[in-house]
């Protein structure tokens, strides 16, 4: 639900002052001579914090009697920073067209000098449907979206708006309400709010919350039968947003403003637009009721028994057809009960029908998923819509059967939150109570032993309750057995080192049975679970509550010292733990056992102890968060609490050792393709027909929530898509077609932004019934034309099993086409010629389903694939390479442009870095890829340069008529993302797909090398590249050769700690980053274009990166005036290492070592892929206090080398000397590897790596002091 502000019919009286305002208003309200003088009175040195900032900004709204209303919106906006300039490049405007129109009467640039540039509209603007939604299954195409490209704007310039916003149709009939908010992430110099409205509906109430102490003034005047309200704000700072904080909405100074009288009045007007919906049920509807219920007598089961069918069975997903209330108003109940969808008003209303026809007292709720709302001021903006059950006392049970996981009627994410509940008498907005931690755990219980040869075994069980049972079934119910089991193995090997998941269970084994609560049981093994020394063992305790538990992930971002805004962790929950492991040791004596700090208080509880009982270890945990917010003084509270845990979490038992160190199928799917048959008809070279015909059948929830909806993005420029037949047939074999209304075509996400090429489209079919059991039934008819050649890749096994799958193209003989057929499918393959036309047929059948896994190489790498193509590399390189060139040639005012930029220049570099910083500066990417376009519809370098913005290929014209005017010779060339592989690259060239090269770069030759563009910025070194090591296609030559960066410009990071180490445990780190190639260009940037405010945040929570106690010492160092760029943070540490007897011990910090190369599962049935490149270099030195008599335990040094010469690693850990620092630990690492595709045998190698890097030895410092 949403709202937005406009105007309908207005009376005679109000007629005639719009009309005298029209002419007036196209150019604004403010004085512009006024406004230009307030903005040439503004510099950035005022204002250090702020990108933009508000000059001038006026709102005068009309409103009628019967609610409709007109907001018309005029705004000077200074653009102070090049960050700044760039969010200024595009003005939007969203609306519901359902409820109101957008028309935006102005857009122009003022110029320092007061030069006004008015924008064309009509060739710079373009509506779309906004897809926001989309992720959610919600199509609505009547949400709006109007954009405006602003070509030209640059830093100093003022961007002057002038919009007119029109209410024709109001939410609740004459009522008009507003929320204005009087701060933003610009200061704000001055703005005017004012409201017009008829004295018969009076504002009646009004509520500034937040206030800005004396910024905002407020006059009111009564005349000739109408209400004139106003208010002036002025000089308000900006605010800065925080981590987790509430929707900057919500608290920053912000208006509430309405004609409705009270809470009740909505509450009445929501039970009237509900209840023709509610009463509309059907004797199948009666019938169904009686059989969730049948035999039940327990009034909280028979709600239960309902509440789960709507949640289950009625799948989250909508269309908008509603014409009374469209947002708020539901469906029919037996529209949704029929389709078995709908979203959160459909599922609530059906719920409570159902309900009254088992006889309760039921209600739709409106409720506010977010902060709660401002209780002063009625309004009907609400988000979210629930049910309710009348309760004897007058109290309610509240339910949400939005999610089909759910396993409490009321989840605990909804507690805290503003409600309405919908009754014929009305009510009053309540809130939702919170639901305490306790009865939101996840409990753990581990117990196993460690044998002699430091063996862990061990079985753990994890029972989710009250929210973590409803996030993490939804989380499981999306996976396949084998998905889930893979999942923990990786969870595993991320807890502990080299972990080997030896079985699992989860109860249930149906996921969508609610009845009972989620468990799970699995069993593990790990070698070398302990940290040995020549004479002391460490054992870092087996705590799984750090990684399972919805609680780890409330706590978020804590890096603030303090906050001026609330601190959400949304749910109040917690993890209670404990373990108990047996030792095989003849003997074990505790050297050190760690004491933990136990805190309790109104906010969070924490408590650990271990404890050694002979051979056993015991330990206990228990850590809840009480509350769904902390308030900023909570907040200083939570800050120490976490300091104490992350001390807590460091502490590990040291033992004495007791012996020498030792030397190291298609039954799990959720749906099977009973038939799949392609009809591919070729005309010619550019032109060809499809016709898709598929077969399904639903066998799980997470079958049905994949295969409700289709979705086929294309551009009508060249494509038409048509859906010839779709038909759901249920397992009783009732069929369902595809109506009209259950179609939708939705805008590409650019469309918008992007208004000079032709739009790209996504249609999107909500398939009616989908239900397991379910067979799905459709054809896509699909015509393609002005392609550059003819191409296709036909897989023959999916994630699903496929009974049959049958692929028939026909091709002109005369029409030279390259093929390759797997060698296993030659059986399955027929060829005829028929009437001038080759006729190939390839076949499948019984193909067993692909088990799906973390880093799987691409599918035609390693499934059965058919390739066929008309394309051949030389051809696609000349005729782009023609037609890009002839984009760029004879372009007046680029050629005017280029030279102006690099004239009294005379070093060949610095022009091509001119070049490059005016294109990054003013030339904005927007639009479709290379492929998603017919190549006519590439732009002239002078339309680009006047529009301001482009697509890939359009800013590399650009680039390439510049060059060229300056005495040049660059060369298009087009990468690829896919690395030179043979599995993964040899086919898409050798049978060209035009997929394979997706981004048009430029190259110019220098004595160095060559020097690539269009994928870096201003920010960057010239010679640095993104797509370094890649394959890219040298469109003069027709030649694929790799991508090579200038030297020095290679993409490489370097980190180094340097650590100093008092003889108390606490620490002086100094870590410096440097950064070369890419990621120079990246973090200069980023510290480029940070505030001092944000840049000072920014350091607060990088300090807590390195630990919650940790103190600045000095500022944050940033240089990038040098190369490598640098960044440096110095900090003190106290209790930085652990002391307890006589040792003192510490983790390395960053936790780098362990995530260098990441494996999830023990073993593999695919290849190993990993498209990145690593080249990093890792740098510990610590000095040692003089103190430590010995180093016991710390990593040692190594070198690996990657299989099929894809890389190495090489650590080297040495103890030194220091004439100033005495005694030095120094390790270093330096990491190379380039991008793998592995078999099983290889991948191996990478899971003995990765268990070397990962374990605590790699990670732990054991130091032992003079006694």
Known sequence: MFYYKNFFSFPAFALSFLLSIQALFAQGIISKAEAVRHSQQIAHAQF????????????????????????????????????????????????????????????????????????????????????????SNIYDPNSKLLEVSVPGIEIGDTLHTVTKETLFKTRVPDTWSEYSVFQGASPIIKSVLEIEGPDKLPLVNMKLRDEVKDKVKFVSEKKDGRISYKWTVENVPRFFEEPNMPPYWTVVQRLLVSTIQDWNYLSKWYWKLCKPRLEATTPEMKEKVKELTKGITDRQKKIEAIFRFVAQKIRYMGITTEDVAPGYEPHDVKITFENRYGVCRDKAALLAAMLRLSGFTAYP?????????????????????????????????????????????????????SYLVAKPEGDVLRTSPIIPAEKNLMII???????????????????????????????????????????????????????????????????????????????????????????????????????????????????????????????????????????????LKALSLPKFTNINSDEILWKEELKQYNKSIKGQSEFLIKVVEFNPEQYLSLKKALREIENDKKRMAIFDNPRQKADYSAKDTDAVLIDENIEITVLDQNTWNSRRSVKKQILTFSGKKKNSEIKINYNPVWENVHISKAIVTDAKGNKKQLDSKELNIMDAAWVASAPRYPPGKTLVASLPGVDIGSIVEYTIERSFKDKPFFSIIEYFRYSEPVVSKKVRLLIPEKLEASFYIPPGMKSNSNKEKKDGNT?????????????????????????????????????????????????????????????????????????????????????????????????????????????????????????????????????????????????????????????????????????????????????????????????????????IEEITPLPGMENKTELTFDIKLDSHGNAEIKETHLYCGVKYGEFHKRFAEMLPEKLKRYYQEALAEISQSAKPLGNLVTDFNSYPGIEQICASVPDFAVRENNFMYLKLPGDILGNIIKVSVENRHLPYYKNRTVNRVLNYNISLPENIRDVKICPSSFEWTAPSGSGYIKLDSKIGLDDKQGKILGISCEIKLSPMYLNQDEYKELLEINRKLSHPEMQVILLEENK
């Open 48 to 135: 250090p914090d702020a990108d933009t900032i508000v000059t001038d900004d006026y709102q005068k709204i009309v409103y009628q009697q019967d609610g409709t209303s007109e907001t018309l919106y005029d705004t000077y906006e200074k653009v102070l920073t090049e960050k700044g300039k760039r969010e200024k490049r595009i003005f939007s405007q969203s609306y519901t067209a359902q409820y109101s129109k957008v028309k935006i009467e102005l857009v122009e640039i003022i110029k320092p000098d007061g030069r006004c540039v008015e924008i064309d509209l009509n060739k710079n603007s373009r509506e779309m449907t906004d897809r926001n939604q989309m992720s």
């Open 839 to 1039: 006729i190939y047929t390839w076949t499948a059948s019984e193909q067993k389903a692909v088990k799906m896994e973390d880093d799987m190489p691409p599918w035609w790498s390693f499934n059965p694939s058919v390739f066929v193509s008309t394309g051949k590399v030389i051809t696609f390189a000349e005729l782009t390479n023609k037609l890009l060139k002839r984009a760029s040639a004879d372009q007046k005012k680029t050629a005017e442009t280029a030279h102006e930029i690099t004239k009294d220049i005379s070093d060949e570099k610095q022009k091509i870095i001119n070049i490059r910083n005016y294109i990054a500066e003013n030339i904005r990417e927007a639009g479709p890829d290379i492929n998603e376009l017919p190549m006519s519809c590439i732009s002239p370098a002078d339309k680009t340069l006047a529009d301001r913005y482009g697509n890939n290929q359009d800013i590399a014209v650009l680039f390439y008529s510049m060059l060229r005017e300056t005495g040049f010779r660059p060369e298009f060339v087009i990468a690829s993302n896919y690395p030179n592989l043979k599995p993964v690259f040899s086919n898409l060239t050798n049978y060209l797909q035009p997929f394979v090269f997706d981004t048009v770069l430029l190259r110019v030759k220098t004595k160095e090398g060559f020097i690539y563009l269009n994928d870096s910025n201003q920010y960057s070194k010239a010679g640095a590249t993104y797509h370094s090591g890649k394959p890219a296609l040298v469109l003069d030559s027709g030649k």
């Open 445 to 587: 219980e581990t117990k196993g032993k460690i044998g002699q040869d430091d063996k862990l075994s061990a079985e753990t069980t994890l029972n989710f309750e009250g929210m973590n049972d409803s996030i993490y079934r939804g989380f499981f119910s999306k996976m396949k057995q084998e998905e889930r089991r893979l999942f923990f193995e990786g969870k595993l090997k991320d807890i502990i080192s080299g972990a080997k998941l030896a079985d699992i269970k989860f109860t249930p084994d149906d996921m969508m049975d609610i009845s009972k609560p989620l468990s799970i049981k699995f069993s593990y093994t790990a070698d070398n679970f302990l940290v040995r020394g020549d004479s002391e063992l460490m054992l870092s305790p087996p705590w799984l509550g750090f990684s399972f538990g919805l609680v780890n992930f409330l706590i978020g971002k804590t890096g603030l010292e303090k906050r001026n805004y609330p601190f959400l962790t949304y749910v109040a929950c917690g993890v209670r733990e404990s373990f108990e492991l047996n030792t095989e040791y003849p003997s």
């Open 365 to 417: 709720v409106l409720i506010s998923v977010g902060p709660k709302k401002d209780a002063e001021v009625p309004n009907p903006y609400f988000n979210h819509a629930i049910t309710c059950v009348e309760n004897d006392d007058d109290t309610y049970m509240l339910m949400d059967s939005t999610d089909e996981n759910a396993t409490e009627l009321f989840p605990a994410d909804l507690c805290d939150k």
